[in-house]
């Protein structure tokens, strides 16, 4: 194959852009390389699967040679790439160089639990991939009572989701009501009496800061001095974009690796979407931004120079105890909410001083009005 335009990294971001490339560019000579074996599956499924008794086999949508002939592209799997050599246009894979004409990084992030002591803080799980979904059913069987640090969006999904199979949970946070950074307090409030209706009890105000083992299982140091016995950790706290390789080639990373709105890096043959880039000084690690970078960076790639738009992206939060969206205001956006709650619903606004909606939080039958509402929002990127 001559220099093809390679994609690090098989997740949502380096399959769409893939996909969005052959759309325009039907015969340029394609590669994909990724660290996993490769397998299309939906991440946000891995919140939601295990009370329906998914497996992982279930949520594997296709496979990396079904995706390689889909695409027509040269896809390889379980290979790591250690280096970009930038003046050369070679990456390093397993002791191998490949040349490539146009690079894109699609490298996503790590999950990571901060400020964690103790003999059993290594035993703490995550899942952010298939394998972890696996690992953490293997680790589940037989267990009861399982503590979820974190009850951001993907804590409360999986405290719906577990408590649901039938887990005794215990949702910690530092923050006083459930998706803090997403709603208001009367809207948590709601959240949180939805999901104590389930059976998950939460400890707000404080975090875990030591896991040691305790028998079978755990137990929990926390901030507020108190403890907690638990038979499985699950951690839904933090996300590291992977910066190393864009690092250690010198290119600009800040949070996530730095690009403009043409996902470029800052070196032109090389771009960045996903969880691990940051457009505008923001890194949205969600599947609307994922889209609309690749929707954009296809073309780019193609010979199309396409700007990145945002449009506002309201966000599904998966409890299904709590029907709930959220479309966040634009970072830096200032206003206030005002909120209107029933005994089904809340329905919360974010307002600028003006009257403009920038942001809403829909829970329970409040959520009906979404798309009336969504249509009113201003774009975070024109
Ligand atoms: P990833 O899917 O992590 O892909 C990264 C790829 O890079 C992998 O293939 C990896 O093998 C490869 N890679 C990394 N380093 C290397 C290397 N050096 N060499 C070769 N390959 C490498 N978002 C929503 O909008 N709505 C939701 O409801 C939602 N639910 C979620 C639920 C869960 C449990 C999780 C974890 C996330 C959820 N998200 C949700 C977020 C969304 O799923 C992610 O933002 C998105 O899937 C990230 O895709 P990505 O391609 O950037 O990263």
């Known amino acids: ?23 325009l560019a039907p015969e340029v000579p394609l590669r994909l390389i990724t660290s996993d074996d490769g397998t299309f599956y939906s991440k946000p499924m891995l919140s939601n699967a295990f009370a329906s008794g998914k497996a992982p086999e279930q949520l594997a949508m296709k496979s990396a040679p079904k995706m390689a002939e889909e695409l027509r592209a040269d896809i390889r799997t379980a290979s ?31 999950p990571f639990t901060p400020g964690l002591s103790g003999e059993g803080a290594k035993d703490v799980l995550h899942v952010n991939d298939l394998t972890d979904y696996s690992l953490f059913r293997a680790a589940s069987a037989g267990r009861r009572r399982l503590a979820i640090l974190g009850a951001g969006l993907i804590g409360c999904e999986f405290a719906n989701d577990l408590a649901g199979a039938g887990f ?3 949702l910690l946070d530092p923050a006083a009501w459930p998706l803090s950074r997403l709603l208001p307090e009367v ?21 875990a800061t030591e896991v040691s083992p305790n028998g079978q299982g755990y137990l929990l140091q926390l901030s507020d001095g108190s ?17 190393g390789l864009a690092q250690a080639a010198g ?14 890096t800052s070196d032109p043959d090389i771009y960045a979407l996903g969880d691990c880039a940051e ?24 010979g199309q120079p396409t700007a990145l738009r945002y449009p506002a992206m309201p966000v599904l939060v998966k409890t299904p105890a709590c029907p709930t969206v959220v479309a966040p205001p634009a970072p830096g956006m200032g206003g206030q909410w005002q909120v209107e709650t029933s005994t089904d619903g809340v329905k919360a606004l974010f307002v ?6 920038l942001g809403f939080a829909l829970l329970g039958t409040a959520t009906a009005e979404r798309q009336s509402l969504a249509a009113q929002l201003p774009s975070w990127l024109e």
């Open 352 to 357: 600028a001083e003006g009257g403009t909606l």
């Open 251 to 264: 290119l600009l990373v800040s949070r996530g690796i730095v690009v403009d709105r043409f996902l470029q």
């Open 227 to 243: 403890t907690l016995e638990a038979d499985l950790v699950l951690s839904a706290i933090g996300l590291r974009p992977r910066l």
């Open 1 to 23: 194959m001559s220099a093809a335009i390679t994609i690090i990294g098989t997740g949502l971001a380096g399959y769409t852009v893939a996909r969005e490339l052959r759309k």
């Open 168 to 170: 005794e949970v215990t």
């Open 187 to 207: 809207a948590g409030r709601f959240m949180r009496e939805r999901l104590e209706a389930l059976g998950v009890a939460f400890r707000f105000g404080t975090s």
């Open 80 to 110: 790591r790439v250690e280096s970009i050599d930038r003046a050369a246009h070679v990456i390093e894979v397993g002791g191998e160089r490949l040349a490539y004409r146009k690079l894109v990084l699609a490298l996503g992030a790590d």
């Open 279 to 302: 457009v505008a000084g923001w890194v949205l690690p969600f599947v609307m931004p994922i889209m609309q970078a690749a929707r954009a960076l296809g073309p780019t790639l193609a």
